[in-house]
Nanobody, 126 residues
Framework: QLQLVESGGGSVQAGGSLKLSCAAS????????MGWFRQAPGKEREWVAT????????FYADSVKGRVAISHNNAENTVYLQMDSLKPEDTAMYYC???????????????????WGQGTQVTVSS
């Protein structure tokens, strides 16, 4: 059973930066889609970004494009989300997700990811 462990959340002021990490416990040599969703209080869970480790292809939601960068370290089996120019509306619980294989046709769909982390809180104050 693949487990995902997130870290790196915290509280920052608007305009600041945070880097989230998500370590996967299994399948270090398997191509995977790994990414992030977020959920603010009272709102739907929304997709943020995904990377396909087989090719390094990345995908971003319009709401974060240009401000975040997703990357993957194969040796550490870890995905990172560098977030810059943070805004109060980025405040949410951030969840790491993963699925084996490619995801070019469904990378933003939360119902297609089989593995979820417990979440890490990001709070951005104005």
């Amino acid at each position: 059973q693949l487990q995902l462990v997130e870290s790196g959340g915290g509280s920052v002021q608007a305009g600041g930066s945070l880097k989230l990490s998500c370590a996967a416990s299994e399948y270090p040599d398997s191509n995977k889609c790994m990414g992030w969703f977020r959920q603010a209080p009272g709102k739907e869970r929304e997709w943020v970004a995904t990377i396909y480790t087989g090719t390094g292809s990345t995908f971003y939601a319009d709401s974060v494009k240009g401000r975040v960068a997703i990357s993957h370290n194969n040796a550490e089996n870890t995905v990172y989300l560098q977030m810059d120019s943070l805004k109060p509306e980025d405040t949410a619980m951030y969840y790491c997700v993963a699925n084996l294989g490619s995801c070019y046709t469904w990378y933003s769909r939360k119902d297609r990811y089989n593995y979820w982390g417990q979440g890490t809180q990001v709070t951005v104050s104005s």
